[in-house]
């Protein structure tokens, strides 16, 4: 996200808890702007906000649960009808407004629903599965192996944080043409057997798609997630996506394993 907004030329200020943290002198270091804010509590939202052209902002479940969530979307609008932001573009999830009954989208949707009640200008953007999410099994797949609990030969809608980087900078670029709107995002659909083909290729070994039963999944979140996730899946039309915005160049798993695996 931040280089995507250095590179379209967008000054930026970053809300952060520690304005003495390695993290926040980091991004001092690039530039960026820092000002202190909880998004939890809401303590010095505002003042964060004020003087923005514009805000990104996303919520989480996974500190505290959906509940807390839904609480720091509300933190969230009160510090932006407080400030007087002129555009916000909150992130949510794809799908989000499908009734999936995945905990942590309908929380999302929660949120979304929230704001749409206020008059602030906004744009909703909804990611599907990140194909960063892959790193996280690293270990698994120096071995050769890749679980996932979803079947092998079903597509799995992804996107790159870069492609999500590019596609908010082009709506700060022009808000006014996007307002009202909710863009649910996916940068390629390769189903896991084929993702494990491709990570093989790039580690010059041979890597195996395991399957799994959600119902192993102790999290009730994330086992409801990739029950959805095997079944249904995200509804993402990427054809029409990508040729509304061309300019992001949007990545295929393969490229962006490429680079992510071989660093």
């Known amino acids: 996200m931040l280089d995507a907004l250095l590179d379209a030329g967008f000054p930026v200020r970053a809300v952060v808890r520690d304005a003495v943290s390695s993290k926040a002198a980091r991004l001092a270091d690039r530039g960026v702007e820092l000002a202190v804010g909880d998004i939890v509590s809401g303590v010095g939202l505002s003042e964060a906000f004020t003087g923005s052209a514009g805000v990104f902002a996303l919520t989480t479940p996974f500190e505290s649960g959906v509940g807390a969530e839904i609480g720091q979307g509300r933190a969230l609008i ?3 009808t407080s400030a007087s932001i002129p555009y916000l573009v909150f992130s949510s999830v794809a799908s989000a407004d499908r009734q999936t009954g995945v905990p942590h989208f309908d929380s999302k949707f929660e949120v979304e629903q929230m704001l749409a ?3 602030i200008p906004h744009t909703i953007v909804g990611p599907a599965y990140f194909f960063d999410n ?3 099994g690293a270990d698994a797949l120096a071995a050769g192996v890749m679980p996932i609990a979803m079947p092998a030969d ?3 809608q992804q996107l790159s944080r870069r492609d999500l980087g590019r596609l908010v900078a082009t709506l700060f670029a022009a808000p006014e043409v ?4 909710r863009i649910d995002l ?3 659909q390769p189903t896991p057997a084929e993702m494990a083909r491709i ?6 070994t041979t890597v195996t798609a395991e399957s799994y039963d959600p119902e192993r999944i102790e999290s009730e979140d994330m086992r409801a997630m990739f029950t959805f996730l095997g079944g249904r899946g995200y509804e993402v039309d990427i054809p029409t996506l990508h040729r509304r915005f061309p300019d992001v160049g949007w990545q295929s798993f393969a490229t962006w394993a490429a680079e992510a695996l071989r660093r």
């Open 78 to 80: 009160e510090a932006a």
């Open 117 to 119: 009640a206020t008059e």
């Open 134 to 136: 892959l790193l996280g």
């Open 154 to 156: 079903k597509p799995l």
């Open 178 to 181: 996007h307002v009202g709107q």
């Open 186 to 188: 996916a940068s390629d």
């Open 199 to 204: 990570i093989g290729e790039v580690l010059g």
